[in-house]
């Protein structure tokens, strides 16, 4: 899975003049992202203004070419997927695909008999505090940070798809920048 920021839209005008004005608003949470088990397909995000579009992976060569958005960040998640009965887990490492740098861990839980998000919420919310408090135990650099995006205010329904799993890996990734940020501002 790939998920890249975005930066510098370009809209053109009639007389073919580049304008950014209206879309440097959208620089920050415009997300682009790439799910292994549907290679053809590929999300934009734009968190600030809450939509999600999916579209033909083609969509990133089109742009390309049309140079209406150049690549800041990519991370390739890196996932290995287990099944213990009825939960499935996926944990993987967050990578930069531009320098290797390790970026973060990243888990994935489902509980497979329910597609509801609501129904699945509290059965999950107590197996995540179980692992947290078992990692608690032990002195391990880093902490778990429980991301659980509102997916009504992109227009999702309460079954869950890979509209869902796009807007995850967006919050997870605003996350690790807006903590990348504060890092490098204590430094400084």
């Known amino acids: 899975m790939i998920v890249a920021e975005m930066t510098d839209l370009h809209v053109s005008s009639e007389n073919g003049e580049q304008r950014t004005s209206k879309c440097l608003e959208f620089r920050r949470d415009f997300l682009g992202i790439s799910l292994q088990e549907q290679p053809n397909k590929y999300y934009f995000v734009i968190r600030g203004q809450r939509l999600i579009l999916e579209a033909e992976s083609s969509i990133q060569t089109i742009m390309e070419k049309f140079q209406s958005y150049k690549m800041r960040v990519a991370?390739?998640?890196?996932e290995f997927q287990y099944q213990?009965?009825?939960f499935q887990l996926r944990v993987g490492?967050?990578?930069s695909i531009h320098s290797e740098n390790l970026k973060g861990i990243v888990m994935e839980m489902e509980y497979l008999p329910i597609s509801s998000?609501?129904?699945s919420h509290q059965i999950l919310g107590e197996f995540f505090d179980m692992c947290q408090e078992a990692l608690g135990k032990r002195s391990l650099p880093g902490h778990f940070v429980h991301?659980?995006?509102n997916f009504s205010v992109f227009g999702l329904s309460d079954q869950y798809t890979?509209?869902?799993i796009a807007i995850q890996y967006a919050s997870i990734m605003a996350q690790m920048i807006a903590t990348a940020q504060s890092a490098q501002a204590v430094r400084n």
Do not use: A, R
């Open 75 to 78: 991370l390739n998640f890196e």
């Open 117 to 119: 998000w609501e129904k």
């Open 147 to 149: 991301i659980e995006p």
């Open 93 to 95: 490492k967050v990578i």
């Open 162 to 164: 890979s509209q869902h």
């Open 84 to 86: 213990l009965g009825d």
